[in-house]
């Protein structure tokens, strides 16, 4: 869900919180009366020096550890997450599902009641959306090619040829939580940022700018309530705000290396567009 709503181990892709936003970029229709309002600042805990500070690829490796090991992530190939979402102060709920396999492929589809279905995929090629608000629509440009940095299934595994640059900022405290600041330079330009707790290892959160529809779009994401389903432990509660509205997610179930690759394919509408 990303304009509103966004897509954690490769089970709940670290795009759970971040796809599902750009699901919820099909309600935009629904949020642009609503006043842009800034995350409040995160607040820094007890200033550490540098040189005090773990590596990033150190805080990283300790969270994949965490959540079930590297090994436990690349045993699986595809991932379907289900549950539900709501969209505060707007009375909109609705059910959730996210799929993604590997290499880079993902599907999020939105259902609610009174809207319809919401669908944003890629397919390892073309990223689209079709919803009741736009309609079909495919994603060219910047738009693209943040779609295929976030569709990787192993994406949580932070592959160096990813990022042109990883380094620790600061530790500071997140959402209530003791956590480590984590800069990630995308190669092909943008900043990802990532907070993992200091006591657990666990991702606790995240902030991401994302080329939409609407433009360039900040998404701050919370991630709570780890849980563990077959070998990886999981967020099951995700908040996330954008564009002055905030989304929550909550997992329901996860089910591994069961999705067809034709659970990818674009609809009819959507083909008729990249004839």
């Known amino acids: 869900m990303r304009n509103g709503v966004s897509r954690p181990g490769r089970a709940v ?44 690829r150190a805080i990283v490796d300790k969270f994949i550890e965490a959540t079930g090991g590297r090994m436990a992530i690349l045993s699986h190939k595809s991932t379907r997450v289900s549950g539900t ?119 606790a959160g995240s902030i991401m700018s994302r080329t939409t529809p609407m433009g360039e779009v900040s998404s701050t994401t919370v991630l709570k309530d780890y849980r563990k389903f077959g070998d990886l432990l999981l967020p099951t509660v995700m908040s996330q705000s954008s564009m002055g509205a905030k989304q929550d997610v909550t997992v329901t179930a996860v089910e591994y290396d069961k999705l067809p690759p034709s659970a990818f394919e674009a609809p009819a509408q959507i083909r008729a567009l990249i004839k």
């Open 13 to 56: 892709p670290s795009n759970l919180t971040f796809l599902a936003v750009v699901a919820t970029l099909a309600l935009s229709a629904a949020l642009a009366a609503q006043a842009t309002q800034a995350p409040p600042a995160p607040r820094k805990a007890p200033a550490d020096t540098a040189a005090a500070l773990p590596s990033a």
């Open 85 to 203: 979402m709501s969209i505060a102060g707007s009375g909109m709920s609705g059910a959730i599902e996210v799929l993604n396999a590997k290499p880079n492929l993902s599907l999020v589809r939105v259902t609610i009641p009174g809207i319809g279905e919401i669908l944003d995929g890629f397919d390892g090629t073309t990223g689209w959306m079709l919803s009741p608000v736009t309609g079909p629509m495919v994603y060219q440009g910047k738009e693209l090619a943040d779609r295929k940095f976030d569709a990787d299934y192993y994406g949580d595994l932070h592959d160096p040829s990813r990022y042109s640059s990883m380094r620790t900022v600061e530790k500071m405290t997140f959402e209530g939580r003791p956590c480590y600041k984590v800069s990630l330079m995308r190669v092909g330009g943008g900043e990802d940022i990532e907070f993992y707790d200091v006591a657990t290892g666990l991702k």
